[in-house]
Nanobody, 117 residues
Framework: QVQLVESGGGLVQPGGSLRLSCAAS????????MGWYHQAPGKQRELVAS???????NYADFVKGRFTISRDNAKNTLYLQMNNLKPEDTAVYYC???????????WGQGTQVTVSS
Protein backbone atom coordinates (compact mmCIF):
# COMPACT_ATOMS: atom_id res chain seq x y z
CA GLN A 1 0.00 0.00 0.00
CA VAL A 2 1.36 3.39 -1.02
CA GLN A 3 0.23 6.54 0.75
CA LEU A 4 1.16 10.01 -0.43
CA VAL A 5 0.61 13.13 1.67
CA GLU A 6 1.13 16.56 0.16
CA SER A 7 1.82 19.73 2.13
CA GLY A 8 3.00 23.27 1.55
CA GLY A 9 0.14 24.75 -0.44
CA GLY A 10 -1.48 28.06 0.37
CA LEU A 11 -2.22 31.58 -0.79
CA VAL A 12 0.60 33.59 -2.34
CA GLN A 13 0.84 36.82 -4.31
CA PRO A 14 1.90 36.84 -7.96
CA GLY A 15 5.67 36.62 -8.18
CA GLY A 16 5.89 34.77 -4.89
CA SER A 17 7.21 31.31 -4.08
CA LEU A 18 5.99 28.13 -2.46
CA ARG A 19 7.58 24.77 -1.78
CA LEU A 20 5.39 21.70 -1.93
CA SER A 21 6.34 18.45 -0.24
CA CYS A 22 5.03 14.93 -0.70
CA ALA A 23 5.75 12.38 1.99
CA ALA A 24 5.53 8.82 0.69
CA SER A 25 4.73 5.80 2.79
CA UNK A 26 6.26 3.12 0.62
CA UNK A 27 8.80 0.38 1.11
CA UNK A 28 11.19 1.31 -1.71
CA UNK A 29 10.59 4.95 -2.64
CA UNK A 30 13.62 5.06 -4.90
CA UNK A 31 12.12 2.75 -7.55
CA UNK A 32 9.15 4.99 -8.29
CA UNK A 33 8.95 7.70 -10.91
CA MET A 34 7.46 10.62 -9.00
CA GLY A 35 5.49 13.50 -10.37
CA TRP A 36 3.47 16.60 -9.62
CA TYR A 37 0.21 17.23 -11.43
CA HIS A 38 -2.25 20.06 -11.09
CA GLN A 39 -5.93 20.50 -11.77
CA ALA A 40 -7.68 23.85 -12.06
CA PRO A 41 -11.46 24.16 -11.73
CA GLY A 42 -13.19 22.92 -14.87
CA LYS A 43 -9.97 21.61 -16.38
CA GLN A 44 -8.31 18.23 -16.68
CA ARG A 45 -5.47 17.16 -14.45
CA GLU A 46 -2.14 17.72 -16.19
CA LEU A 47 1.50 16.98 -15.57
CA VAL A 48 3.58 19.75 -14.07
CA ALA A 49 6.88 17.93 -13.54
CA SER A 50 8.28 14.44 -13.03
CA UNK A 51 11.50 12.84 -11.83
CA UNK A 52 12.70 9.31 -12.53
CA UNK A 53 14.44 6.98 -10.07
CA UNK A 54 17.71 8.00 -11.72
CA UNK A 55 16.99 11.70 -11.23
CA UNK A 56 16.05 12.69 -14.77
CA UNK A 57 13.50 15.47 -14.78
CA ASN A 58 10.75 16.56 -17.12
CA TYR A 59 8.78 19.80 -17.00
CA ALA A 60 5.67 21.13 -18.66
CA ASP A 61 6.48 24.10 -20.87
CA PHE A 62 4.39 26.43 -18.73
CA VAL A 63 6.62 25.93 -15.67
CA LYS A 64 10.07 25.63 -17.24
CA GLY A 65 12.50 28.04 -15.63
CA ARG A 66 10.17 28.68 -12.68
CA PHE A 67 9.59 25.32 -10.97
CA THR A 68 12.11 22.72 -9.78
CA ILE A 69 11.26 19.14 -8.88
CA SER A 70 13.54 17.14 -6.59
CA ARG A 71 13.47 14.05 -4.42
CA ASP A 72 15.17 12.87 -1.26
CA ASN A 73 15.15 9.08 -1.35
CA ALA A 74 16.54 8.85 2.19
CA LYS A 75 13.49 10.74 3.47
CA ASN A 76 10.93 9.24 1.06
CA THR A 77 9.98 12.77 0.07
CA LEU A 78 9.28 14.59 -3.17
CA TYR A 79 9.50 18.37 -3.51
CA LEU A 80 8.35 21.06 -5.90
CA GLN A 81 9.94 24.48 -5.57
CA MET A 82 7.68 27.00 -7.28
CA ASN A 83 9.05 30.47 -8.00
CA ASN A 84 7.63 33.47 -9.82
CA LEU A 85 4.12 32.13 -9.37
CA LYS A 86 1.38 33.37 -11.66
CA PRO A 87 -2.41 33.49 -11.20
CA GLU A 88 -2.72 30.75 -13.82
CA ASP A 89 -0.75 28.42 -11.50
CA THR A 90 -3.78 28.38 -9.21
CA ALA A 91 -4.90 24.76 -8.89
CA VAL A 92 -4.94 21.72 -6.67
CA TYR A 93 -1.53 20.07 -6.84
CA TYR A 94 -1.31 16.30 -6.63
CA CYS A 95 1.62 14.04 -5.94
CA UNK A 96 1.90 10.91 -8.10
CA UNK A 97 3.97 7.76 -7.72
CA UNK A 98 4.32 5.56 -10.78
CA UNK A 99 5.68 2.04 -10.58
CA UNK A 100 6.77 1.22 -14.10
CA UNK A 101 7.19 -2.54 -13.56
CA UNK A 102 3.50 -2.93 -12.73
CA UNK A 103 2.20 0.12 -14.63
CA UNK A 104 0.54 1.26 -11.43
CA UNK A 105 -0.17 4.79 -10.23
CA UNK A 106 -0.81 6.16 -6.77
CA TRP A 107 -2.14 9.61 -5.90
CA GLY A 108 -2.17 11.90 -2.92
CA GLN A 109 -5.19 13.90 -1.76
CA GLY A 110 -3.87 17.16 -3.20
CA THR A 111 -2.95 20.55 -1.80
CA GLN A 112 -4.48 23.84 -2.91
CA VAL A 113 -2.26 26.55 -4.37
CA THR A 114 -3.86 29.94 -4.92
CA VAL A 115 -1.97 32.79 -6.57
CA SER A 116 -3.79 36.06 -6.12
CA SER A 117 -3.21 39.63 -5.08
Amino acid sequence: QVQLVESGGGLVQPGGSLRLSCAASVSIFAIYTMGWYHQAPGKQRELVASITPGGSTNYADFVKGRFTISRDNAKNTLYLQMNNLKPEDTAVYYCNAHLRALNRDYWGQGTQVTVSS
